[in-house]
């Protein structure tokens, strides 16, 4: 059995300042790290969207505002964002996929910041999440949003297994 941590975050309390200190921590304790985390694109000190930051440097964009107010069926949207799945899915995927790919006589840490709304636009992602939360030889630190409005499955899912411990962040 593995343990799972999952931080509820607030937002602006700077759970990915603290995401980067746990992952140096690990990294310089030779323990193997992967995953991802996201990060906030600003222009002209405006919010602009987001990126996908994975931790062996790749990045891309994860959602950027929209100034179109009209919604095209398949656009995936939270709010003014746009999320860009297939950028997502190609930097997240692989490194997902890797980690569960691995020998299961180490174990690994898997970083996933965060498992909200806009990554749960992507299928694939969910199927990943899931198989690695199966996978006895990966840990997985995670955040998931705070409880507000419809309950998203997969993070329900994942507060309520036995073997996470939820640490609220505020």
Do not use: W
């Not at 593995?2 to 304790?29: D, E, N, Y």
């Not at 992507?122 to 690695?132: E, G, Y």
């Amino acid at each position: 059995s593995h343990v799972l941590s999952v931080f509820p975050i607030f937002l602006g309390v700077g759970k990915t300042t603290l995401i980067q200190k746990v992952t140096q921590a690990l990294k310089s304790s030779d323990i193997p790290v992967d995953g991802f985390y996201t990060e906030e694109v600003k222009e002209g000190g405006r919010r602009r969207g987001f990126d996908v930051v994975t931790l062996s440097g790749k990045r891309g964009p994860l959602s950027r505002v929209s100034s179109d107010s009209s919604t095209s069926r398949r656009e995936c949207r939270v709010g003014q964002y746009v999320v860009d799945l297939v950028s997502f899915e190609q930097l997240v995927l692989p490194v997902l996929r890797n980690v569960n790919h691995g020998s299961d006589t180490e174990k690994k840490i898997c970083v996933i910041d965060e498992i909200g709304k806009m990554e749960l636009f992507s299928q694939a992602f969910i199927q990943a999440v899931r198989q690695m939360l199966t996978s006895s030889g990966t840990v997985v630190l995670g955040t998931i949003p705070v409880p507000k409005g419809k309950p998203l499955d997969l993070v329900e899912e994942i507060r309520s297994r036995k073997d996470v411990k939820v640490f609220s962040v505020s």
